[in-house]
T-cell receptor
Framework: DSGVTQTPKHLITATGQRVTLRCSPR?????VYWYQQSLDQGLQFLIQ???????AKGNILERFSAQQFPDLHSELNLSSLELGDSALYFC?????????????FGPGTRLTVL | GQQLNQSPQSMFIQEGEDVSMNCTSS?????WLWYKQDPGEGPVLLIA?????ELTSNGRLTAQFGITRKDSFLNISASIPSDVGIYFC??????????FGTGTRLKVLA
C-alpha cells in the first residue's frame, strides 16, 4: 500500500459525458501527478500540482482539467468523453515538487467510455 | 508523448534465471526510478537512483545509474514466479516531470 488513494476504482460512462476522478496523496506529500495509461501502453504524464499550484504540464487534452485543493487532494476532470479516453488513470504523489523527488502511485481508476 | 527506450519489450525466462533490462535516452537525466506493475494495479517503486554511477540493491534486485546519465539497468537475480509483471523505468531531467519507459513484460516459467 503506497498510501496514495484514488476513487472510484472503476468508472463506466458514455461518450459526451463528464467525470471526476479523485486522488488523496500520501500524508505529508505536497505534489500530485496525474498519468494516463492506455491498454498495454506506458504511462503518459498529464499534469502536476505542487501545494495547490500547477507545476508542470504534459500531454493533457483541453477537455481535461485538474486542480489541487487546500487539503492537498486533487481532482482530474474529464469532459466530452470519447471512446479513446478509456484508460487507467493513475495519481502519484511526492514530498516536494522538484528534481530527485520519488513518486508513489495510487491503485488507479479504470475508466471505460461506451 | 516522449518516452524512453526500454528493452527488451518482453521476455520469458525459467525460474531461477537472472534477468537484465535497460533503459536508454537521448537526454541526460538526474534521477532514475524503477517500478513494477501488476495487471490492473498501480506501479510500485522498486529502486530510486540519484547519482551517475550509483549502484543500488533491493533484495534480489539491483539497479545502476549509467555513468553517461543517459541509461539505467535493472537486474533481477534468481527469478521466482512472483517476479512476473511489467517493469518500467522513469527518468527525470531538467524539468519536474518524469518520462516513463515503454515497459518490459516479464514472464517466469516455473
Amino acid at each position: 500500500d503506497s498510501g496514495v488513494t484514488q476513487t472510484p476504482k472503476h468508472l463506466i460512462t458514455a461518450t459526451g459525458q463528464r467525470v471526476t476522478l479523485r486522488c488523496s496523496p500520501r500524508s505529508g506529500d505536497l505534489s500530485v501527478y496525474w498519468y494516463q495509461q492506455s491498454l498495454d501502453q506506458g504511462l503518459q504524464f498529464l499534469i502536476q500540482y505542487y501545494n495547490g499550484e500547477e507545476r508542470a504540464k504534459g500531454n493533457i487534452l483541453e477537455r481535461f482539467s485538474a486542480q489541487q485543493f487546500p487539503d492537498l487532494h486533487s481532482e482530474l476532470n474529464l469532459s466530452s468523453l470519447e471512446l479513446g479516453d478509456s484508460a487507467l488513470y493513475f495519481c502519484a504523489s511526492s514530498v516536494g515538487g522538484g528534481n530527485k523527488d520519488t513518486q508513489y502511485f495510487g491503485p488507479g481508476t479504470r475508466l471505460t467510455v461506451l | 508523448g516522449q518516452q524512453l527506450n526500454q528493452s527488451p519489450q518482453s521476455m520469458f525466462i525459467q525460474e531461477g534465471e537472472d534477468v537484465s533490462m535497460n533503459c536508454t535516452s537521448s537526454s541526460i537525466f538526474n534521477t532514475w526510478l524503477w517500478y513494477k506493475q501488476d495487471p490492473g494495479e498501480g506501479p510500485v517503486l522498486l529502486i530510486a537512483l540519484y547519482k551517475a554511477g550509483e549502484l543500488t540493491s533491493n533484495g534480489r534486485l539491483t539497479a545502476q545509474f549509467g555513468i553517461t546519465r543517459k541509461d539505467s539497468f535493472l537486474n533481477i537475480s534468481a527469478s521466482i514466479p512472483s517476479d512476473v509483471g511489467i517493469y518500467f523505468c522513469a527518468g527525470q531531467g531538467g524539468t519536474y516531470k518524469y518520462i516513463f519507459g515503454t515497459g518490459t513484460r516479464l514472464k517466469v516459467l516455473a
